[in-house]
T-cell receptor
């Protein structure tokens, strides 16, 4: 069964600290993995997209890594800010169709305290 | 950054009412999607469209219907709303298999 599991479910950190969010998946065949940020009451916004051949990608203070062999990804946030408080969603796409079916994780709820 | 718009943002209605959730995008994307999301849960695909006059049901069974008469417009309709339809509805679009652009969502509450 194709699944995407994220951990931790929730995380609280102090402003300025770093943190790492985890994503494990069983989706096969694999096309790409995406990280989205979703503010409360808003739609998700794309942070990074990685294909099979990419093992790291950065977007400002966000750095995503991918290990396609172990089917794991992480999202590292450096020098956290209050505006980083949001849900971070891992999404994996398969190559099963031209549409590329998407499998969503439940997200990690990050809270940054001053 | 995303030119995709959903209205209304919030909607509270009584059981049995017919409602239409609007979604429009100005990016010229062929592919559009409707997702349903409950608090703390993953997004579930309920409808998608490859282009004009193309609509398909998604993974999650839904009593809603959609239409795609114009590229930029992908409305979702519930003929008779029930409390079980209470949820957040997110519209998205994409070009090819690239990243999704999401609207801000419609939070629907059926009393």
């Amino acid at each position: 069964k194709n699944q995407v599991e994220q951990s931790p479910q929730s995380l609280i950190i102090l402003e300025g600290k770093n943190c790492t969010l985890q994503c494990n998946y069983t989706v096969s065949p694999f096309s790409n993995l995406r990280w989205y940020k979703q503010d409360t009451g808003r739609g998700p916004v794309s942070l990074t997209i990685m294909t099979f051949s990419e093992n790291t990608k950065s977007n400002g203070r966000y750095t995503a890594t991918l290990d396609a062999d172990t089917k794991q990804s992480s999202l590292h946030i450096t020098a956290s800010q209050l505006s980083d408080s949001a849900s971070y969603i891992c999404v994996v796409s398969d190559r099963g169709s031209t549409l590329g079916r998407l499998y969503f994780g439940r997200g990690t709820q990050l809270t940054v305290w001053p | 950054e995303a030119d995709i718009y959903q209205t209304p943002r919030y909607l509270v209605i009584g059981t049995g009412k017919k409602i239409t959730l609007e979604c429009s995008q100005t990016m010229g994307h062929d592919k559009m999607y409707w997702y349903q999301q409950d608090p703390g849960m993953e997004l579930h695909l309920i409808h998608y469209s490859y282009g004009v006059n193309s609509t398909e049901k998604g993974d999650l069974s839904s009593e809603s219907t959609v239409s795609r008469i114009r590229t930029e417009h992908f409305p979702l309709t519930l003929e008779s709303a029930r409390p079980s339809h209470t949820s957040q509805y997110l519209c998205a679009s994409s070009e090819g298999n690239e990243k999704l652009f999401f609207g801000s969502g419609t939070q629907l509450s059926v009393l």
